[in-house]
């Protein structure tokens, strides 16, 4: 019952617009997160900013507690972006992750500054396991900007919607890779063109689930680099604010359950 009105408080009552929240991690058990560049945060719910060191672990934060982080002007290298975080305990990942690339200034930013800017940002981590809250605002990508953001993320069980139009060069390449509970994939996607903009990106995801495109997408790519073998399709119209299903005339929840 504890922790269940820990979560419950962690959470909030009201509904959140995580868009104007800043990256946030909320601890699943009491643990400690480091980020491998210099970077700020706070324990407070955004009020105070403290400086964290590179590669440093930060304070302790009590199960179900929240830790936010914000940085700008951090080099972007090709082979890991601005960098990466780590967790010594599982994590859900919720916030804007503009607040990573623009500082205190994030809330409304929806271009990617760099290619390669958030490359590698989750890495490799089991500890994270739901990111559905996660917002990637940006409708202006670079080449490369999410690549194996969340590859080999093996407990991986929700992901962040992707409301890009037009993609770049190898901007979703390996993003959900290994990934094997991944189940649902909300993708905006208009047409795949640029080049191996989703190589292999769900290679290894779960053998079933849901995959929603625009309702109004050109491509059709399926498997490892398009949609995944086996997963149901469904279709979305942002004007409308409806799902579809593959037959584009048959309106249904998100799930694919007919209305």
Not at 46 to 65: D, M
Not at 104 to 126: D, E, K, M
Not at 218 to 228: F, N, R
Request: proline share 4%; glycine share 8%; charged share 15%.
């Amino acid at each position: 019952m504890e922790d269940l009105l820990l979560r419950r408080r962690a959470m909030g009552a009201r509904t959140v617009d995580y868009s104007q929240q800043p990256l946030t991690f909320v601890f699943r058990a009491t643990g400690r997160v480091k980020f491998s560049a210099a970077t700020e945060y706070s324990i407070d719910g955004g009020s105070t900013w403290v400086s964290l060191a590179a590669n440093t672990n930060s304070p302790q934060v009590r199960k179900w507690g929240k830790i936010m982080f914000r940085a700008s002007g951090l080099p972007v290298t090709i082979a890991s972006g601005i960098g990466t975080f780590s967790f010594n305990a599982d994590v859900d990942v919720e916030g804007n992750i503009m607040s990573m690339q623009a500082g205190a200034n994030f809330a409304g930013v929806t271009t990617i500054g760099a290619n390669y800017q958030f490359r590698g940002l989750f890495y490799n981590n089991s500890h994270i396991i739901e990111a559905g809250n996660l917002i990637l605002p940006a409708t202006t990508l670079k080449e490369d900007c999410y690549r194996t953001m969340m590859e080999l993320c093996t407990n991986l069980r929700s992901t962040p919607q992707l409301p890009a139009a037009t993609l770049q060069s190898r901007s979703y390449q390996l993003l959900f890779e290994q990934s094997p509970n991944v189940n649902y994939i909300f993708c905006m996607a208009r047409n795949i063109s640029a080049t191996n903009c989703l190589q292999i990106w769900v290679r290894g995801v779960a053998a079933t689930g849901i995959f929603v495109k625009h309702y109004s997408a050109t491509w059709t790519a399926t498997g490892d680099s398009g949609v995944p073998t086996g997963w149901t399709l469904l279709y979305y119209s942002p004007g409308l604010d409806r799902y579809y299903l593959d037959d584009k005339t048959t309106i249904c929840d998100k799930y694919g359950n007919p209305i």
